[in-house]
Nanobody, 124 residues
Framework: QVQLVESGGGLVEPGGSLRVSCAAS????????IGWFRQAPGKEREGVSC????????YYSDSVKGRFTISRDNAKNTLYLQMNSLKPEDTAVYYC?????????????????WGQGTQVTVSS
């Protein structure tokens, strides 16, 4: 059964750090481009970061560049997003998604399979 399961969300104070994970089962994560997206209440889903099939190219939105780091552990078939210097505007549900085509896009409509999401709340 093909699954993407996000975990690691929670409540963190501004300036803090959090690492969210996306565990894949039923397929090999390294065969696809895989991205992180987020959706805040009342807002559209937006691309946060992506890593392409080869792992050689990464993408970050301007709003998270320099604070977030995407990585993939092929042995564990898991994707990570390390989030540092968190801000209240980072509060959202974070989703991982794969793109069969193998290279990144920041547009969620080009992604083919999604996890259920994990809530990240940045608040004092």
């Amino acid at each position: 059964q093909v699954q993407l399961v996000e975990s690691g969300g929670g409540l963190v104070e501004p300036g803090g750090s959090l690492r969210v994970s996306c565990a894949a089962s039923g397929f090999t994560l390294g065969r696809y481009a895989i991205g992180w997206f987020r959706q805040a209440p009342g807002k559209e889903r937006e691309g946060v970061s992506c890593i392409n099939r080869s792992g050689g190219t990464t993408y970050y939105s301007d709003s998270v560049k320099g604070r977030f780091t995407i990585s993939r552990d092929n042995a564990k078939n898991t994707l990570y997003l390390q989030m540092n210097s968190l801000k209240p505007e980072d509060t959202a549900v974070y989703y991982c998604a794969i793109r069969y085509l193998g290279y990144c896009s920041g547009d969620p409509k080009y992604y083919d399979y999604w996890g259920q999401g994990t809530q990240v709340t940045v608040s004092s």
